[in-house]
């Protein structure tokens, strides 16, 4: 079953305390993307990865880090974690080529952080 | 630089009637325009989306969305709506070429009874 995965699900930390969100795609995609979802404001996207070894920033990446050195695999770090980054938080991965890689688009299921 | 502006932030209806769910957009360049649904608790799911050709584009569950260029919309209907189709609906343009959407803030359709 083609999917993404997010792990935790679910997270209660502290300011100031680096935490990372695993999140992986078993589809061979080579475009995969973090957003963080806040009530009235949408999607908004804070880094994306074209393939491995290559990342950009997204709309909102401040505070945030990525890695991609393996295809399937792109974690989400926060160094140091303050209140404002409160948020729901998605993995997501595209596929295909050209044009087409529009039409495979899975989002993960979600990351709830909460930083005190 | 693109914005997408969806001006309801919440739809009630009734079973079976039909829904129109409104996205605008501006964009300096051609863009690709999607919708999106996302059931409580979950990610978001890929609902439909216009990449070029007919202007009218539609899902497996029967909504449809049209692109219309000169009035820079892609409005998201249903004939006629079940309670299973209460979600947060979001609408997102990406250009030509680029990888980096931007989303609507989202309309809520609630589904009664």
């Known amino acids: 079953e083609a999917q993404v995965t997010q792990n935790p699900r679910y997270l209660i930390t502290v300011t100031g305390k680096k935490l990372t969100v695993t999140c992986s795609q078993n589809?061979?995609?080579?475009?995969m993307s973090w957003y963080r979802q806040d009530p009235g404001l949408g999607l908004r996207q804070i880094y994306y990865s074209m393939n491995v070894e290559v990342t950009d920033k997204g709309d909102v990446p401040e505070g945030y880090k990525v890695s991609r050195k393996e295809k399937r695999n792109f974690p989400l770090i926060l160094e140091s974690p303050s209140p404002n980054q409160t948020s729901l938080y998605f993995c997501a991965s595209m596929g295909g080529s050209g044009r087409s890689s529009y039409n495979e688009q899975f989002f993960g299921p979600g990351t709830r952080l909460t930083v005190l | 630089a693109q914005s997408v502006t969806q001006l309801d932030s919440q739809v009630p209806v009734f079973e079976e009637a039909p829904v129109e769910l409104r996205c605008n957009y501006s964009?300096?360049?051609?863009?690709?325009l999607f919708w999106y649904v996302q059931y409580p608790n979950q990610g978001l799911q890929l609902l439909l989306k216009?990449?070029?050709?007919?202007?009218l584009v539609e899902s497996i569950n029967g909504f449809e969305a049209e692109f219309n260029k000169s009035q820079t919309s892609f409005h998201l209907r249903k004939p006629s709506v079940h309670i299973s189709d209460t979600a947060e609906y979001f609408c997102a343009v990406i250009p030509g070429g680029s990888y980096i959407p931007t989303f609507g803030r989202g309309t809520s359709l609630i589904v009664h009874p």
């Open positions: 216009y990449l070029s050709g007919s202007t």
């Open positions: 589809m061979n995609h080579e475009y």
């Open positions: 964009s300096s360049v051609s863009v690709y």
